[in-house]
């Protein structure tokens, strides 16, 4: 949850005492979660390398390790994806669904701050947003279908916020450019967000959506999106 605030200085301390208890008990499946956690803070703070790093060396300590799922596909295939590396975060995402069906994980949407394994919906929905820093339309939309089920009956607000911007986004940036269709499901995130406070990771996309489309701000849709978005989501705070 610091990660989700942007409290990275604090998700550190916290990384560094779990793994401290937990190689006392030889907890390896834990040490692999902080390392994955650690991996996410510094994916939310631009540090697209050291996430990276820190993926790859959780996913050393077990590559065949249910925990490796989180860490390939959450850690390292979406910083490669935003580095460029697109042979590199196809090959994370497929060692994750290669892990998710020998572990015959399930396919529901877990917790995204479960200590459990990903599940394969929440996988996929990881999946996603490295298809979109790769510029992916067929894949980000094929994935969208697969999981949309899952995601709608989810009790995450955040979830389904992201989903929707990471495809709007992929409207905007894909070759099956949609604008108003991007732009209305920003506006949806946005009106969503009245109800409650938002996480990091939505704020740093509702911008990106907003950035991917500066080539057509004369666009009435996206104007409207960027005056919603000046209006201001609350800012990332503490959630359950």
């Not at 996480?199 to 004369?218: F, G, H, M, T």
């Amino acid at each position: 949850m610091a990660v989700n605030a942007g409290r990275h200085t604090l998700a550190e301390a916290l990384c560094d005492e779990t793994i401290g208890l937990a190689q006392d008990i030889d907890d390896v499946a834990t040490i692999m979660w902080a390392h994955g956690t650690r991996s996410l803070s510094a994916y939310y703070r631009g540090d697209f390398t050291d996430a990276a790093a820190w993926a790859s060396s959780g996913i050393a300590l077990g590559p065949h390790h249910p925990q490796a799922i989180r860490l390939n596909v959450n850690g390292l295939a979406r910083a490669l994806a935003r580095q460029g590396n697109t042979n590199g975060a196809l090959r994370a995402i497929g060692a994750a669904e290669d892990l998710t069906a020998q572990h015959s994980v399930t396919m529901a949407l877990t917790s995204c701050i479960s200590l459990e394994p990903y599940g394969g919906s929440r996988t996929l929905a990881n999946a996603i947003t490295a298809h979109v820093a790769l510029g992916d339309s067929t894949a980000v939309l094929r994935y969208e279908e697969e999981i949309s089920g899952h995601v709608a009956a989810s009790a995450s607000d955040w979830t389904r916020q992201l989903v929707r911007l990471d495809v709007a986004t992929t409207l905007v940036t894909g070759r099956r450019r949609d604008l108003e269709h991007a732009m209305l499901l920003g506006q949806q995130v946005l009106r969503d967000a009245q109800d409650g406070p938002l996480i990091l990771s939505v704020v740093q996309r509702a911008n990106d959506l907003e950035q991917s489309a500066r080539d057509w701000k004369a666009s009435p849709a996206v104007r409207e999106y960027g005056d919603a978005l000046t209006a201001g989501p609350p800012p990332p705070a503490y959630g359950s």
